[in-house]
């Protein structure tokens, strides 16, 4: 038998149950630590073409590391390595990789948008989700407009992301949810310096998706568990041993495994 918790959305009002709003105790009482240490799958990385993008986006995040260039200019380049490595291993198993733009979560009956910069899926079968601090700030300010901006913070959970995974999980329902009914989400986003990625992995069950949408008293936590990657910045190593897209291909072959079980 599952573990059950007080929901600590319950009777909030439609304003208050927006995900940018949650506060910190409230991510608190929804989570719960995953499995540690926890490695995500990794997959096999094709080869790249001779004369392609990736080794000057390498370059110049070579660069940006010995320079401590500014994070927006890094994140472009790490939004343009994620998405070229992923739509070459999409290309080499065959499927079709889109940017299927921001999830929406259920909360007591009111939908809500998450920002993201990039969000993935095979078949509707979600992958991951890119963001990063400036994205979520751009979210909150629009219910906060003095709100100041806030650098990101590796250890802490951020609500924004845990709506997202939950938002992932809601939609993998037409799909084979595993067992005991729960979905493996993940969120990807830089740490603070922008010269690491964290990779942040929700166990979701289907009944805490129910309850959050429909106001249950109670609830099942979600478990979370969080990995760090190197952002890669060599253009002169094996590309195909790189970690992030090892990565990359692992979560792709994962969904393309989920899409296949649709029922």
């Known amino acids: 038998?599952?573990?059950?918790?007080?929901?600590?959305?319950?009777?909030?009002?439609?304003?208050?149950?927006?995900?940018?709003?949650?506060?910190?105790?409230?991510?608190?009482?929804?989570?719960?630590?995953?499995?540690?240490?926890?490695?995500?799958?990794?997959?096999?990385?094709?080869?790249?073409?001779?004369?392609?993008?990736?080794?000057?986006?390498?370059?110049?995040?070579?660069?940006?590391?010995?320079?401590?260039?500014?994070?927006?200019?890094?994140?472009?380049?790490?939004?343009?390595?994620?998405?070229?490595?992923?739509?070459?291993?999409?290309?080499?198993?065959?499927?079709?990789?889109?940017?299927?733009?921001?999830?929406?979560?259920?909360?007591?009956?009111?939908?809500?948008?998450?920002?993201?910069?990039?969000?993935?899926s095979v078949d509707d079968s979600p992958i991951f989700h890119l963001i990063d601090s400036f994205a979520r700030y751009e979210e909150r300010r629009q219910l906060v407009p003095d709100l100041e901006h806030v650098a990101q913070d590796e250890v802490s959970t951020d609500a924004l992301d845990v709506a997202a995974l939950i938002a992932q999980a809601a939609n993998q329902k037409e799909w084979s949810s595993g067992p005991d009914g729960i979905y493996k989400a993940h969120v990807l986003y830089p740490t603070s310096n922008y010269k690491k990625l964290v990779l942040l992995t929700g166990w979701v069950p289907y009944k805490t998706v129910i309850a959050l949408r429909e106001g249950h008293e109670m609830l099942e936590p979600i478990s979370l568990s969080r990995e760090i990657i190197d952002v890669p910045c060599d253009p002169h190593c094996d590309w195909k041993k790189i970690p992030l897209f090892q990565i990359i291909a692992g979560l792709i072959d994962e969904s393309v495994k989920l899409s296949a079980m649709r029922l």
């Not at 630590?33 to 799958?41: K, L, Q, R």
């Not at 094709?46 to 890094?74: R, T, Y």
Request: net charge negative; aromatic share 10%.
């Open 1 to 120: 038998m599952h573990r059950v918790i007080d929901n600590p959305l319950y009777k909030r009002s439609l304003e208050e149950s927006d995900p940018a709003l949650w506060s910190p105790t409230d991510v608190e009482a929804l989570v719960t630590p995953g499995p540690a240490p926890y490695h995500s799958p990794r997959g096999r990385v094709p080869a790249f073409p001779e004369h392609c993008p990736l080794e000057w986006w390498l370059e110049k995040l070579q660069v940006m590391n010995c320079h401590e260039d500014g994070q927006i200019s890094m994140f472009s380049k790490i939004y343009d390595l994620i998405e070229y490595t992923m739509q070459r291993v999409a290309r080499d198993r065959q499927v079709s990789v889109v940017n299927d733009g921001s999830p929406e979560i259920e909360v007591n009956g009111g939908g809500f948008s998450i920002p993201f910069h990039l969000g993935c």
